[in-house]
């Protein structure tokens, strides 16, 4: 199409040029496919599992391996953003993202997406290792086909098994220090796993509507609103001691048992106020414990870095004790 | 004997014949394709430069080399 009998759109340039099939996407449009938010956790949880590792990485293939895990994540971000531009576009949240407003189109998300899965993976094997190559491979498969493609639209419990996804990278950051698995990134992996589903069904109970308007079936579209903050309740009391656990194990100092024993409380009784909260402080109550909940991981995290950062730092074994470390596999 | 290539008729329209813009819509354009050019750009320089820096550390192992 040619733009010779287009009247100039004054409001918005991009309207006719896009309808001219050009692109007019910018560099930021293309980083906010890559869901930096939820980059940031991941790059975070990585990070801790790979440091976490009792064996060292070379700085600059630790960078690497962060990198390519980080980019990974952004990849199966674009191609969720590319898969649900539909839904996206009817949901008050993300009807700006990039997809849905038009300023990347569909086709370009996809192939963002798909080759920045494909250089990530096999950066990650060529630069480090294929074992943790392999996993990351696996994470991008799981939240692209299996949480996206699949989860997503047919089941409320789309959240707690696609949570998986998101909860891998500690994982992967450690299989690429070691090569293998263990008990201590497996637990950190538990942690994330466990804290998904009251973190997004916090926030699937303030945009409901939203949900429900899309045909997305967010646990109170479909057991209803009772029903999720119980639920919530249960995961926040199953989630406040295995927060602790590293701490219990050996695997994090004092000041992590501190955080988590302080912040799983926080978390459980903000859990019981939600679960006992009028119709009218709902959602308050269920904004108070999404921003609580974000805080609460960041916090855990947080602190494992910390503490391992010190204690390599200053040499400072005793703060961070180290027994009862696992090695499963090679 | 000579054989003669057959000349169109008319030009054959091709998918990058300059497409007209009002000078606002150019500028646009302009902006953002010079946004994606830069970050491109960069986001290559920083893949080239790891993969050198990886191939020292991993390939040859110049910078394990014992003094």
């Excluded at chain 1, 649900?84 to 949901?91: E, H, L, N, R, W």
């Excluded at chain 1, 309740?233 to 219990?248: E, I, K, S, T």
Aim: charged residues 10%; hydrophobic residues 55%.
């Amino acid at each position: 199409m040619s733009l010779t009998d287009a009247t100039p759109n004054v409001a918005d340039p991009s309207l006719s040029l896009r309808q001219a099939g050009l692109s007019t996407a910018s560099a930021r449009d293309y980083l906010a496919l890559l869901k930096p938010r939820v980059m940031s956790l991941v790059v975070l949880t990585a990070l801790v599992g790979l440091l976490a590792a009792p064996v060292t990485l070379h700085p600059v293939l630790a960078f690497v391996a962060i990198l390519c895990i980080a980019i990974g994540a952004g990849a199966s971000g674009a191609l969720n953003m590319w898969y649900d531009a539909d839904i996206d576009a009817v949901m008050g949240r993300t009807a700006s993202r990039p997809v849905p407003s038009g300023a990347v189109q569909p086709r370009e998300a996809l192939a963002f997406g798909l080759v920045l899965s494909v250089f990530s993976v096999i950066t990650l094997g060529l630069a480090i290792n294929w074992a943790s190559a392999s996993f990351l491979a696996f994470t991008i498969f799981f939240y692209a086909v299996v949480y996206t493609m699949w989860l997503k639209r047919s089941t409320p419990q789309n959240i707690v098994i696609g949570g998986a996804a998101g909860a891998f990278p500690p994982a992967v950051g450690w299989m690429a220090a070691t090569g293998s698995l263990a008990l201590e990134p497996i637990l950190m992996v538990a942690i994330i796993f466990m804290w998904t589903p009251p973190h997004f069904w916090a926030l699937a109970l303030l945009k409901a509507e939203d949900y429900g308007r899309a045909g997305v079936p967010m646990m109170p579209n479909v057991a209803g609103d009772r029903s999720t903050r119980l639920q919530i309740f249960v995961y926040a009391l199953l989630l406040a001691p295995l927060g602790v656990l590293p701490a219990v194990l050996g695997y994090a100092g004092a000041v992590y048992a501190l955080v988590s024993a302080v912040g799983g409380a926080l978390f459980v009784v903000q859990a019981h106020r939600l679960m006992k909260a009028s119709d009218q402080d709902r959602n308050s109550a269920a904004g108070k414990l999404f921003g609580l909940s974000i805080t609460y991981l960041f916090a855990l995290f947080l602190t494992m870095l910390a503490e391992d950062s010190i204690s390599r730092i200053f040499g400072l074994e005793w703060l961070l004790p180290s027994a009862l470390r696992i090695t499963v596999g090679g | 004997m000579a054989r003669t290539r057959p000349q169109p008729a008319e030009p054959v329209p091709t998918d990058h014949e300059p497409v007209p813009m009002t000078e606002e819509e150019r500028s646009h354009f302009h902006q953002q394709r010079r946004s994606r050019s830069v970050a491109l750009a960069v986001a290559l320089a920083v893949v080239v430069i790891l993969f050198y820096v990886v191939s020292l550390i991993q390939g040859p192992g110049i910078l394990n080399r014992p003094m």
